[in-house]
């Protein structure tokens, strides 16, 4: 915040000047006394802004060669741009990107949108985007949908505002504008966290599909009978919806006449609160359920916490499993068997697509399976 002229409380008395007896002479106004300069204060004219041709002069190096290292670091060598960083810092500049953005037409920013920042495995995710993207100078703008698809809508089309040079989004299922506007806009886009035979563009990710299918096979294989599936199934997270259809075409065929039992909370948010509440659901609506299968680990963890609360043992009672492999999991009482998905490997694996198709490198659409495995743990 730039340091603002104090104006003082009152304004000066003005004081007229003595009138002729005929009352002819014109008026003056005696002006106030000039204020001494105060040395100690900055004022406009004295305040020097530090420019890019005085980080130039410290570090020893061309205007061209500083305007380089910021707009496109990975064109300098290590040696150059680690001494202009370091006279960047020295001398306090701060780069007019908007400039710089205009006449390179590149903004240096990468747009991400996830449900959920504060979910761990969205977090994982961001951190191997912004350890593959930084070093080249990019800047990650992050916005949470909250798992809500016209939320997302309104985040695509602010972020396009800003010109991004790429865009990472959890999931491959948008409103139609969405996807229209991603892909009229021509800017490099990965998908993540899904599969999809019409991607927008790029898609680093797994099988929902498949990784549900893993899990109820898993039950079958360690004897459970009476599976049942419990999530929040209206919220907007479209990949839990994959994993219920998954578990119900997968019932029929791997538990012969065994009912499909589906519990869904509806509208209730992504928390351990509706963990809480499915599990009361799925033990009032079918008692006989053996392993209760959740759309998420976060489900999982308020189920187990609950379960721990209401003396129902886990596994011996009932058995549990997530998905996600959420940081909580391993640390659960039971510890919780879940899906693990490499959840920073999509950052860095979609990082490098991105890279690649800003820097010009390729401009071929990637397509990267990074596939999920089962971690075996107490729960089930």
Sequence with gaps: MGVRDRVPDAQPRRTKAAVTAADTAPRT?????????????????????????DVARHAQVSPQTVSRSIRAPDQVSVHTLERVRRSITATGYVPNLAASNLASNRSMTVA?????????????????????????????????????????????????????DGFFIVGTTHTDRTTRMLRESRVPTVETWEMSETPIDSLVGFSNRDAARAVVRYAADRGYRHPTFAGSLQTGDFRAARRRDAFVEAVPELFPGEAVRVVDSGTQKVDLDTGRLLLHMARSLHPETDVLMFASDVFAAGAILEA????????EDLAVTGFGD?????????????????????????????????????????IVDLDFSIVARESA
């Design 326 to 366: 959420f940081e909580l999991a391993r640390h659960l009482l039971p510890t919780l068997t879940t899906v693990s998905v490499p959840n920073r490997r999509i950052g860095t694996v979609a990082g490098t697509v991105l890279l690649d198709r800003m820097s010009g490198r390729t401009s071929d659409v990637s």
């Design 308 to 315: 721990d609360r209401r003396g129902i043992r886990i596994p």
């Design 112 to 164: 991400a949108i996830v449900p959920d920042v504060s979910a761990s495995v969205f977090a994982d995710a961001l951190h191997g985007l912004e350890e593959v993207l930084a070093p080249s100078g990019y800047h990650l703008f992050i916005g949470s949908t909250g798992y809500r698809p016209d939320h997302e809508e309104d985040l695509v089309r602010a972020f396009l505002g800003r010109r991004p």
């Design 29 to 53: 106004v005696a002006e106030p006394p000039a204020e001494p300069a105060d040395a100690s204060r900055p004022t406009r004219r004295s305040t020097h802004v530090v420019t890019l041709d």
